[in-house]
């Protein structure tokens, strides 16, 4: 059996993992792998990463870059991760902290068109919430799960990126990773970030800067390398490509990002597959 869970941390900063301090994500990184290079697309905005995470495409083929269920006719000529990962019977289960109304009526909507059997909207804070994504993934067999964190971007977005309360927020998501990622099993994890933030402007991301475009990348897990450091330029585009073949599931040739092998062990790599 092969679980893979995703935690998107929204908004983290890769600066940020010292200064908060965020010793988990710290010493998982350390530990097992953990990129340089990690960028986001463009624009850096959580709508259009959210989209690329979920279909393997950039913004300009998925045009999903803005809040809205009008773009939700443009999924039908896409192949979303979770729909592919449903053609081999491996389920994909969405966690995220409580959500206002119309966002969360937007989530089930995309998540439904996706292809997502499971969606679950639970708690305030981010330990609330990695708490019943921890117990999802106890729970789960083979399959995805991916688990959204939206507390720091709300505190960057209210004080500003690397104020005093953004870096205990990211503290705090850091409890929040040492509930999810502890003993885990077989499962993989990948905890990255959509984008960064306060580049040009203290309070807002969108705009092109190293700081909102750079993201942490760590990949944990027993067929993970140790100790592994990619010094290559990563992509947030390469994430669903990674975790279908790590899941042994054919590539789409439409998907622009490419698989992460480099960063698993040889005895324990996603089947060769050839590209769908």
């Given at each position: 059996?092969?679980?893979?869970?995703?935690?998107?941390?929204?908004?983290?900063?890769?600066?940020?993992?010292?200064?908060a301090?965020?010793?988990?994500?710290?010493?998982?990184?350390?530990?097992?792998?953990?990129?340089?290079?990690?960028v986001?697309?463009?624009?850096?905005?959580?709508?259009?990463a959210?989209a690329?995470?979920?279909?393997?495409?950039?913004?300009?083929?998925?045009?999903?870059?803005?809040?809205?269920?009008?773009f939700l006719?443009?999924?039908?000529?896409?192949?979303?991760l979770?729909?592919?990962l449903?053609?081999?019977?491996?389920?994909?289960?969405?966690?995220?902290?409580?959500?206002p109304?119309?966002v969360?009526?937007i989530?089930?909507?995309?998540t439904?068109?996706?292809?997502?059997?499971?969606?679950?909207?639970?708690?305030?804070?981010?330990?609330?919430?990695?708490?019943?994504?921890?117990?999802?993934?106890?729970?789960?067999?083979?399959?995805?799960?991916?688990?959204y964190?939206?507390?720091?971007?709300?505190?960057?977005?209210?004080?500003?990126?690397?104020?005093?309360?953004?870096?205990?927020s990211?503290?705090?998501?850091d409890?929040?990773l040492?509930?999810?990622?502890?003993?885990?099993?077989?499962?993989?994890?990948?905890?990255?970030a959509?984008?960064?933030g306060?580049?040009?402007?203290?309070r807002?991301?969108?705009?092109?800067?190293?700081?909102?475009?750079?993201?942490p990348?760590?990949?944990a897990?027993?067929?993970?390398?140790?100790?592994c450091?990619?010094?290559?330029?990563?992509?947030?585009?390469?994430l669903?490509?990674?975790v279908?073949?790590?899941?042994?599931?054919p590539?789409p040739?439409?998907?622009?990002?490419?698989?992460?092998?480099?960063?698993?062990l040889?005895?324990?790599?996603?089947?060769?597959v050839?590209?769908?």
């Amino acid at each position: 059996m092969r679980r893979v869970a995703i935690v998107l941390v929204d908004g983290l900063r890769p600066d940020a993992v010292a200064l908060a301090p965020m010793p988990v994500l710290d010493t998982l990184g350390k530990d097992h792998v953990r990129a340089l290079s990690a960028v986001t697309i463009r624009p850096s905005a959580t709508v259009a990463a959210l989209a690329t995470l979920a279909t393997g495409v950039s913004p300009a083929a998925h045009g999903l870059m803005e809040p809205g269920l009008h773009f939700l006719r443009r999924l039908s000529g896409l192949r979303p991760l979770p729909a592919e990962l449903a053609r081999h019977d491996l389920p994909t289960t969405v966690v995220t902290s409580r959500l206002p109304g119309p966002v969360l009526a937007i989530a089930q909507a995309l998540t439904g068109f996706a292809g997502i059997r499971h969606f679950v909207a639970a708690g305030r804070t981010a330990l609330e919430t990695a708490h019943t994504a921890r117990h999802c993934l106890e729970r789960m067999g083979a399959g995805l799960l991916f688990l959204y964190l939206p507390h720091c971007d709300r505190v960057g977005h209210r004080v500003g990126w690397m104020s005093s309360a953004y870096l205990r927020s990211a503290a705090d998501i850091d409890g929040a990773l040492d509930v999810f990622t502890h003993g885990l099993g077989d499962a993989t994890v990948f905890v990255l970030a959509d984008h960064g933030g306060g580049g040009v402007y203290p309070r807002d991301h969108d705009l092109p800067h190293p700081a909102n475009d750079h993201i942490p990348l760590v990949i944990a897990g027993r067929s993970t390398r140790r100790h592994c450091v990619l010094p290559e330029p990563v992509s947030i585009l390469d994430l669903p490509a990674t975790v279908l073949w790590h899941l042994g599931v054919p590539v789409p040739e439409v998907y622009e990002g490419r698989a992460l092998r480099q960063a698993f062990l040889a005895t324990s790599l996603g089947a060769e597959v050839a590209a769908a």
